[in-house]
């Protein structure tokens, strides 16, 4: 009888110890996660505060990769394969919306990406046209093509928002001619408008024609508009644009412009082929800043280290 108890006492002993060593085991691992999760925590919390430091919030930061051109903008053209059958190709942004990386995005002029490159892929130029009438005879005027696309986004009025685009432009003519120019390279400079927008509608006829052209010369100026002529060529580059909206706005739209000769006829027309690869948008927003705010919007020199609006020109 003795023996049994004490073989019953053992083995009851021996259950209670490994019971107890798993429950330790388990408050051990709860613990442990306890204070991994209090850890991710705090560190959230530092990085909130390092990203909020002086009021300052990053409300987009969009990094586009090299991805399948996007399907379904509201742009088709009839394609036809090795054998001559026709197809569709619903390739690139157009005036419908498509959601892309978790943004809503619209194009001018069929702008569009690619698995070779990261970057939203933008192409513009401007060649000389020759019209002939009979009341004016023969004139040489321009005929530009421009690309756009706009992000539906919103922006709050009375806060500073702080817009950083890195992309890669090229001078197509230098690096590519293949003799369809009797230039050596472009003899104008491309323009990159930034506009706060309302709506995200691009407004201009024929958005999905090759040789569509966005006609910002008559958005006119304003706070919400600002722009810079571009000079330094093969070479990633960041470009900041400051606003400080008044109004709240809903989408931000960034075209893609080749220089023009103007309204005078006969003006001699400056030949240029660009592309640029958008690959990064990044905004800011900040405490109101009133130096950023300008009604009549306006050019900004890259020289112009300070970020602010420039006259037009």
């Not at 990769?65 to 054998?83: E, F, K, V, Y």
């Not at 005929?143 to 992000?151: G, H, L, R």
């Amino acid at each position: 009888m003795k023996k049994k108890l004490i073989s019953i006492s053992i083995i009851f002993l021996v259950g209670c110890s490994s019971s107890n060593d798993t429950l330790l085991q388990d408050q051990n691992e709860l613990l442990q996660s306890k204070g991994e999760l209090i850890e991710l925590e705090n560190s959230i919390t530092s990085e909130n505060s390092v990203a909020n430091k002086g009021g300052e919030t990053v409300i987009m930061d969009y990094t586009i990769g090299a991805l399948i051109p996007p399907q379904n903008g509201g742009c088709s053209s009839i394609t036809r394969d090795s054998n001559d059958n026709p197809g569709i190709n619903n390739e690139g942004f157009g005036p419908d919306p498509v959601s892309f990386l978790g943004y809503k995005i619209r194009g001018f002029g069929k702008p569009t990406t690619s698995i070779y490159y990261s970057g939203i892929y933008f192409y513009i130029l401007n060649k000389s046209k020759t019209i002939t009438s009979s009341r004016w005879g023969t004139s040489i005027t321009d005929n530009p093509k421009s690309q756009a696309i706009s992000i539906e986004q919103v922006f709050e009025p009375n806060f500073t928002y702080e817009i950083k685009l890195k992309a890669y432009i090229e001078d197509k003519i230098y690096t590519d001619n293949y003799g369809m120019y009797d230039i050596e390279k472009s003899e104008g400079r491309p323009t990159i408008k930034v506009q706060l927008k309302e709506t995200p509608d691009i407004a201009g006829k024929n958005p999905c024609e090759f040789m569509s052209h966005v006609q910002t010369e008559l958005l006119g100026v304003s706070n919400n508009l600002k722009q810079q002529k571009i000079d330094n060529y093969a070479v990633d580059k960041i470009y900041t644009f400051n606003f400080s909206p008044t109004v709240k706005t809903n989408s931000l739209v960034i075209y893609f412009l080749p220089q023009m000769s103007g309204q005078r006829s006969n003006a001699p027309v400056p030949q240029s082929t660009f592309i640029m690869w958008l690959s990064n948008i990044k905004i800011t927003q900040k405490p109101f800043d009133l130096q950023y705010y300008s009604e009549d919007g306006g050019y900004r020199p890259l020289d112009n280290d300070d970020g602010r609006a420039g006259s037009i020109r």
